[in-house]
C-alpha cells in the first residue's frame, strides 16, 4: 500500500476489526459473504476491495465492530518525515471540506513516539491541503482494550486513524461512525446486555448461521439480543439496514451503488421460531419492543417464566444460547451455582438432541450446570467482564 491516489475502483486492504480472541470466527463469516482474502490478523480480520465492499461489510457483516478502509502506508522515522507524506494522502478524494474530521494515533516500537505530536502533524496536513475542519479527540476511557469503539461525540466528525508501528505510518478511514453493534432497533436494554455483534460470533461459533431451519431458545433472554439476533440471520435480513454510517459523508461515497447494495430490505420468512424468556416481565417486554422495531415480531415468541419451567418447543431441535448472570469478579459467583445447576438440570433433563452454549465468567458456574462441554472455549471481553462460551455437541 502507497499514498497513490485511491479510486472507487482501486482494491485496497480493509481491517475490520473484531472482539479479540474471536477472530477466527469473523474471518469465517468474512469468507462466507464473499469478501476477497480474509485472514485473521490480531485484534480483526483483513479482506481486499474498493469502497463498494467497505460500504458492503458494515452493512452486511454482523461480528464486526467496526470497518477501517486503510488508505495510505508509509515510513516515517521523525515527525518532519511524517508531515511531508501525510500531505500527500490524496485527503480530496476521500474527505469533503464541509466534514469535521478527527484524528487519532497511536505509536509503537518507532522513532516517532509521542503519538499527539504525530495526531497534529496530520490534523494540520489535512487542515492546510483540504481545508476540513479539525476536532480534537475525546480522551479515551479508561480501561477500554486498543480495539473497542472509538471515541463519539456530538460533531459526528470522520475518524482517521494513523498507527506508527515499527516506524510504519498506517492511515486508515473509520467508516463506520458509531460501533456497529448499534443496529438501530434496540431502544430498550437490560442491565448488562450483550452485544449484537458478540452474539452474532457466539451464534456462529454454536454452529448457527441460519442456513438449517433450527430454532433458537434463549431462558435468561435478557432484551432479547440472542433470540433477535438469530431471528434476522435466519430472515436474511442486513445488520446495517436501519442506521447510517461515517461513511455516508466521504467525498467518494455514491449514493446509487449504496441503494443498489441495500437492496429492498425484504426479509424472507424463517420456517422456524425463536424463542426467549425471563423470570424478569420487564425483560420481556422490553425483548418484544425490541423485536418489533427489528421488524421480527413475527417469528419471536418472548415467555414470562422461570428457567426451571422451560420446556423445548414443538419441532425440531436446536440450539439453546444463554448469557445468564455471572458475579463481576471471579469468586463472586458462588451464589448463583444454584441457579447454574437448576438450567443444567432442565436442559439436561428437557433438551435431548439439542445443543447448548453458555456464556460465564467462571468456570466453576459452567461446571455447576454438569453439561458435557467441548473442550476449548475462548475468552473475550464483554462489558469489561472477562467471558467464555461454553458449548456442547446434541445433548444425549
Known amino acids: 500500500m502507497n499514498t497513490d491516489p485511491v479510486h472507487t475502483d482501486q482494491d485496497f486492504e480493509i481491517f475490520l476489526v473484531a472482539a479479540p480472541g474471536l477472530e477466527p470466527v469473523l474471518c469465517a463469516e468474512a469468507g462466507d459473504r464473499g469478501f476477497a482474502n480474509p485472514t485473521a490478523v490480531k485484534g480483526g480480520v483483513t479482506v481486499t476491495g474498493g469502497w463498494p465492499e467497505v460500504w458492503r461489510a458494515n452493512l452486511e457483516l454482523r461480528g464486526a465492530t467496526r470497518v477501517l478502509a486503510r488508505i495510505a ?6 515527525l518532519a518525515q511524517l508531515d511531508k507524506r501525510a500531505r500527500r494522502v490524496p485527503w480530496a478524494q476521500i474527505l469533503r471540506a464541509d ?3 478527527r484524528v487519532e494515533a497511536s505509536c509503537k516500537g518507532s522513532r516517532i513516539y509521542h503519538a499527539g505530536a504525530a495526531a497534529q502533524r496530520i490534523e494540520r496536513a489535512i487542515a492546510e491541503e483540504l481545508g476540513a475542519p479539525i476536532v480534537k479527540a475525546a480522551p479515551k476511557k479508561t480501561g477500554k482494550s486498543a480495539d473497542k ?3 463519539e461525540d456530538d460533531t459526528r466528525a470522520v ?10 505510518c498506517t492511515i486508515s478511514v473509520d467508516s463506520s461512525g458509531e460501533s456497529l453493534h448499534k443496529r438501530g432497533h434496540k431502544e430498550a436494554v437490560n442491565k448488562a446486555p450483550m452485544r449484537e455483534t458478540l452474539a452474532a460470533l457466539f451464534l456462529r461459533q454454536c454452529g448457527y448461521d441460519g442456513r438449517a431451519p433450527v430454532p433458537v431458545v434463549d431462558p435468561m433472554c435478557g432484551s432479547g439480543t440472542f433470540v433477535i439476533e438469530a431471528a434476522e440471520i435466519a430472515a436474511g435480513l442486513k445488520p446495517g439496514r436501519s442506521r447510517s454510517f461515517a461513511f455516508e459523508q466521504l467525498a467518494n461515497f455514491d449514493p446509487a451503488v449504496w441503494r443498489s447494495l441495500r437492496g429492498s430490505g ?3 420468512p424463517p420456517t422456524v421460531r425463536f424463542y426467549g424468556s425471563d423470570r424478569d416481565a420487564g425483560a420481556v417486554a422490553m425483548s418484544r419492543a425490541n423485536a418489533e422495531r427489528a421488524g421480527v415480531s413475527a417469528w419471536t415468541d418472548f415467555a414470562h417464566h422461570a428457567i426451571s419451567d422451560l420446556t423445548p418447543p414443538e419441532g425440531p431441535p436446536g440450539l439453546v444460547i444463554v448469557n445468564p448472570p455471572y458475579g463481576a469478579r471471579i469468586g463472586e459467583g458462588k451464589s448463583l451455582i444454584p441457579l447454574y445447576h437448576a438450567m443444567g438440570q432442565t436442559l439436561r433433563t428437557h433438551f435431548a438432541g439439542w445443543r447448548v452454549g453458555i456464556v460465564t465468567n467462571e468456570a466453576a458456574l459452567a461446571k455447576a450446570t454438569e453439561l458435557p462441554f467441548m473442550e476449548g472455549g475462548v475468552s473475550v471481553s464483554n462489558g469489561g467482564i472477562r467471558v467464555t462460551l461454553y458449548r456442547t455437541e446434541a445433548l444425549a
Open 73 to 78: 502506508s508509509f515510513r516515517a522515522f521523525h
Open 99 to 101: 466534514v469535521p474530521v
Open 149 to 151: 469503539d472509538a471515541p
Open 159 to 168: 475518524q482517521i486513524k494513523a498507527r506508527i508501528d515499527d516506524d510504519l
Open 266 to 268: 425484504a426479509a424472507t
